[in-house]
């Protein structure tokens, strides 16, 4: 398996004497389990992670040794210890404590799911959803879960209504770059995969500050997204609705939530 695309460059350049590359390399075998590969071995580490295979040996064992990695000898996978970082970041970070009495409020008014989700690589990360009984929808709502739907989950950018928004904000040469060799994963026979198609659809959310992505990510759930910027303009986040076509059909649920999102991101650019 070929390793995992890069992301782009950091926002915070270092210099090369400064960088601790063992440390680099111990979070890229971390971060190398995901839901498509949730168990792991040296080999299949290596791969993913762009390392050697010794290495990956040497930072599993030493991950296991930690905590934060368990094993049956052979293979690895995540412990619940990694849940610490996430959690302090959604205790401490201003962008979800902010977002979330907006979704819960959504939530119990439209009676749909809501999350928000910020832009890593060619991910985007969830981190707010609508609270609530029955996997966090409101109880009456449809109850239609994406999967791998939770704080915390990352999917891909390209494919999903959050994604897209983000994707547009950027501007275009660095759009342009996150494109340039990019291979798009055909996740369901509706994903846009061709990467000229892809470039034209984020051409049009550009200019319609919105996006649908209907069945791309996952049959039988379509989502709808805006861009949540803060008091400089800049996109800090993408704000969405997930739903069902049966349920709520594409131009039921632009009809119905977008004006929701919209006025739902210009009270929080005040608050991002």
Request: glycine share 8%; proline share 6%.
């Amino acid at each position: 398996m070929p390793a995992r695309p890069a992301a782009p460059a950091s926002r915070h350049p270092i210099a090369r004497a400064d960088l601790i590359e063992g440390l680099a390399k111990g979070l890229a075998v971390l971060e190398s389990f995901d839901t498509e590969r949730q168990r792991l071995n040296a080999t299949l580490t290596a791969a993913r992670a762009g390392i050697t295979r010794a290495a990956a040996r040497r930072h599993l064992l030493t991950l296991a040794h930690l905590g934060y990695l368990e094993t049956d000898g052979s293979y690895f996978w995540l412990s619940s210890k990694v849940l610490g970082f996430s959690g302090s970041y959604l205790a401490s970070a201003r962008l979800p404590r902010a977002i979330q009495p907006t979704l819960a409020r959504l939530a119990l008014q439209a009676r749909e799911a809501f999350s928000a989700a910020v832009l890593d690589g060619d991910e985007v990360v969830i981190v707010a959803r609508s609270g609530g009984e029955r996997g966090g929808v409101h109880p009456d709502a449809s109850g239609i879960i994406a999967y791998g739907v939770h704080l915390g989950a990352r999917l891909p950018a390209h494919a999903t209504s959050t994604g897209r928004v983000l994707l547009a904000a950027l501007p275009r040469a660095q759009f342009a770059a996150w494109m340039k060799g990019r291979v798009l994963a055909r996740l369901t026979p509706l994903t846009v995969s061709e990467p000229r198609a892809l470039r034209a659809v984020i051409e049009q959310v550009r200019g319609q500050d919105w996006c649908l992505a209907s069945e791309e990510h996952e049959l039988g759930v379509h989502a709808l997204a805006v861009p949540v910027r803060n008091a400089s303009g800049r996109t800090v986040a993408a704000l969405n609705v997930v739903s069902s076509p049966q349920r709520r059909p594409a131009e039921l649920l632009q009809r119905d939530m977008l004006p929701l999102l919209q006025h739902a991101a210009h009270e929080l650019r005040a608050l991002v």
